[in-house]
Nanobody
Framework: QVQLVESGGGLVQAGGSLTLSCVAS????????MGWYRQAPGKVRDLVAT???????NYGHSVMGRFTISRDYANNTVYLQMNSLKSEDTGVYYC?????????WGQGTQVTVSS
């Protein structure tokens, strides 16, 4: 069973920055893809940023140029650096990992951006 533990969420003013972390219970090399999704109140869960199976990074249109996904293989950790935050970035951010056709999710971390 894969465990993903997110941290780093919180309350921040518009224009500020936060960095989210997701620690996986096994090596990042074992996953086909890994990344971040978010869910705003009353909305569906949307892509924020992911690493594909070939290692490239994909970003949701609304976060391009502001957010950066990165990973640390030594510590089984994926990060999401979020800059120039906007009120519409508010939501629960979930870490996702894919392996052998299975999707794994963390418990989520709340990000609230005040305007």
């Amino acid at each position: 069973q894969v465990q993903l533990v997110e941290s780093g969420g919180g309350l921040v003013q518009a224009g500020g920055s936060l960095t989210l972390s997701c620690v996986a219970s096994r090596s990042l090399f074992s996953f086909n893809g890994m990344g971040w999704y978010r869910q705003a109140p009353g909305k569906v869960r949307d892509l924020v940023a992911t690493f594909t199976s070939v290692g490239s990074a994909n970003y949701g249109h609304s976060v391009m140029g502001r957010f950066t996904i990165s990973r640390d293989y030594a510590n089984n950790t994926v990060y999401l650096q979020m800059n120039s935050l906007k009120s519409e970035d508010t939501g629960v951010y979930y870490c996702n990992a894919r392996s052998a056709g299975n999707d794994y999710w963390g418990q989520g971390t709340q990000v609230t951006v005040s305007s």
